[in-house]
């Protein structure tokens, strides 16, 4: 090792005059090379070996990205992605669902505002500045980088990417159980981000999205809204009969008051009927965009009477020029009770019972508009 002072000039610039040491190493032929390159135009390995021992000597004390917290939470999460059935969602969905259960929301407007969290969450990615700009073009290739991104969140378990189709078969992991609450979600988020896809569930956790082109999307998205909607109302009608099936029973204020004042086969008075539909519209408040022919307000008046627990199966579907209502109870007596609130709540659509074939715990009604009546109400 020799100590000497430099005073060489070179391109006409001074180079320091501070003590310098003339040091010999041995290093690996990959570490020269790459000082090499780090040395750029000027060739100075000395100057690269040079800023590498004044960056370490500032970053000294300074902790290993790998000793991290914040490495430490995102191995945490990452973690539990993986390996539980966990997936990142918003606090805002939370208690969305938690209003849900507690009913505080009605079943209709959870969609509504599962819309609102997904279009949320597609500008809150946007916004953070981390996703690729490329991400939002409106190409297939582009919306596979998108769901792969909600894979790696653990909206997703898995991905089956069919590039000669343009359609993606996914599994959810979030919500697998009730895979219409995490499509209304992640199809929002797709509007919003203005990718053209049709989307519908071919089994019970499978998703099968499909990349239209702009000039048949509307077409195909007002076809996709409509499939959506049908798939919930049978999904929370479901969520309905398992209450009822469970035993569970939930009447409201005017029809316990009834109840207190009358026998089973009373009629219900006007009072109460209004009570139970006003009761129906606070805890399911109706869609002024959604069709409103017979079938869909038999539809509606039948998850009316389901929510209040009294029945076990109530199949609503179009026969003819009629509309077939199966109803099935536990016990004749909330069959009948089933039946009395039905037939006032359509009496009040003016829809009228054509046909009835009772049983001891089930009934099946045949039901239809009342011709040239305006509604009552």
Known sequence: MQEHR???????????????VHLHTTISARTRELLRELAGETGRVNDVLEEAVDFFSKRKDIPSCDECEAMEVSNLRRSLIDSAD?????????SVLADLGCSRLGSADLVT??????????????????????MWQNTFDSFVSNIKLLERMGLFRSLEIHPERKR???????????????????????DEAGYTVDAEIVADSKISITWVEMHEYEEKKAARDER??????????????????????????SLLEWLAEHNIGDALDEKTIVGVRNFMEHIDPLDSGAPNGVLERVRRAGIGVTSFGLLEKCDVRSEGDLVRVQMRSRTSLMKDMGVKILRALLTMENIDEFTREEGVTSAVLYVGEKPEVGRKY
């Open 6 to 20: 430099e005073r060489s000039v070179s391109g006409g610039t001074r180079r320091s005059t501070a003590t310098r």
């Open 86 to 94: 966990m997936g990142l969602v918003s606090s805002r969905m939370l």
């Open 113 to 134: 505002q599962l819309r609102k969290i997904g279009a949320e969450q597609t500008k809150l990615l946007r916004g953070l500045g981390t996703v690729p700009q490329e």
């Open 168 to 190: 993606v078969l996914a599994t959810a992991k979030l919500m697998s159980e009730q895979p219409e609450i995490l499509l209304a979600m992640v199809l929002a988020e797709w």
């Open 228 to 253: 959506v909607r049908k798939m919930w109302d049978n999904r929370r009608e479901a969520f309905l009969l398992k209450a009822g099936q469970d035993g569970a029973i939930t009447l409201n204020p």
